[in-house]
């Protein structure tokens, strides 16, 4: 919900001000709080009911509602605000003044608990993935080309690979997740990097290719394993993105990082390519 949005709702449920703020300061670092709000500066909006609450002494139903607001827009775009509006919402459940607050709103921020509980157990489970793919990595990762590593380097240390047949500058495919450079006719090793601001973000690695009448009954097997070892590991099933009998993906998502396991396959062929990058271009 926008912050204009809210700040008009804000106001018109709650009308009587003094009876819940009556010391002058704490009513004026909750008016310049409201204010705050309105022009969408979320941070400043803690400041000011920090301040109230300091004044009173102690806080109530109605700063914390505002508080449970303004931390919910903060947590839209930083998860680190997840764990501190849960702790909000449950000093609003225990507020002495919660009972006689307005109902809608008492409403509102119940649903927004079965909601923040949803998130709360999808980032735990992200941050446990994050754990297992650092162990991962140890395994199956490589470190010529581990993410963070400047692209200026790696394409030094690897000048072969950023020409093509015709001996000219290999150029990148420009993506929504980055610049990736495919190196064509890699059956097995490197296969592309994704570049962003000059950093590598990505890659991908073919970890295998079948050719011939058998190709796909082979390849069907040879993926089955993988991902079965991969799962042992995670100790978790993916997520499925597609799931058809020539393609399947599967990611595990963490904070920072996605690994994913991408099978393809066609008359006489089947491979499979292993992907790594980074979750903030993982879309």
């Known amino acids: 919900m926008k912050p204009a949005i809210l ?8 009308l009587n001000t003094s009876a819940q703020i009556s010391s002058p300061e704490a009513k ?13 500066e979320m941070k400043t909006v803690l400041q000011y009911l920090e301040e109230a609450t300091a004044r009173l002494g102690a806080s109530n139903a109605k700063i914390l509602y505002m508080q449970i607001m303004a931390q919910r827009e903060l947590a839209n775009t930083d998860p680190t605000y997840l ?15 919660a009972k006689n607050f307005n109902e809608e709103k008492v409403l509102e921020v119940l649903k927004l608990k079965l909601k923040l509980k949803m998130e709360l157990e999808k980032k ?3 941050e446990k993935i994050e754990i297992k793919i650092t162990e991962f990595l140890k395994t199956y990762g490589n470190p010529d080309w581990e993410l963070g590593t400047s692209f200026p380097e790696f394409k ?3 000048p072969k690979l950023f020409v093509d047949i015709f001996k000219k500058a290999l150029l990148p495919a420009a993506t929504s997740i980055g610049d990736i ?9 490197l296969k592309s990097v994704t570049v962003n601001n000059n950093r590598i973000t990505g890659y991908s690695e073919s970890l295998f290719q079948h050719t011939g009448s058998e190709s796909i009954v ?6 089955s394993d993988l991902l079965q070892q991969y799962r042992s590991h995670f100790e978790l099933m993916p997520v499925t993105v597609i799931n058809s009998p020539s393609h399947q993906l599967y990611q595990w998502i963490g904070t920072k990082r996605v690994v994913e396991i991408y ?4 008359e006489g062929f089947a491979g499979c390519d292993l992907s790594i990058r980074e979750s903030s271009f993982n879309k």
Do not use: H, M
């Not at 700040?7 to 709650?14: D, E, K, P, V």
């Not at 082979?218 to 993926?223: L, P």
């Open 83 to 97: 764990e501190k509006l849960d702790s909000t919402i449950r000093q609003f459940e225990n507020a002495p003044d």
């Open 7 to 14: 700040f008009i709702i804000l106001c018109l449920s709650i």
């Open 124 to 126: 735990q489970a992200e």
């Open 156 to 158: 030094s240390k690897f």
């Open 218 to 223: 082979k390849g069907k097997i040879a993926f």
């Open 28 to 40: 004026a670092a909750y008016l310049l709080a409201e204010e705050s709000f309105e022009k969408g």
């Open 263 to 266: 099978f393809f396959s066609a």
């Open 181 to 189: 450079y495919p190196f064509l006719g890699v059956t097995k090793g």
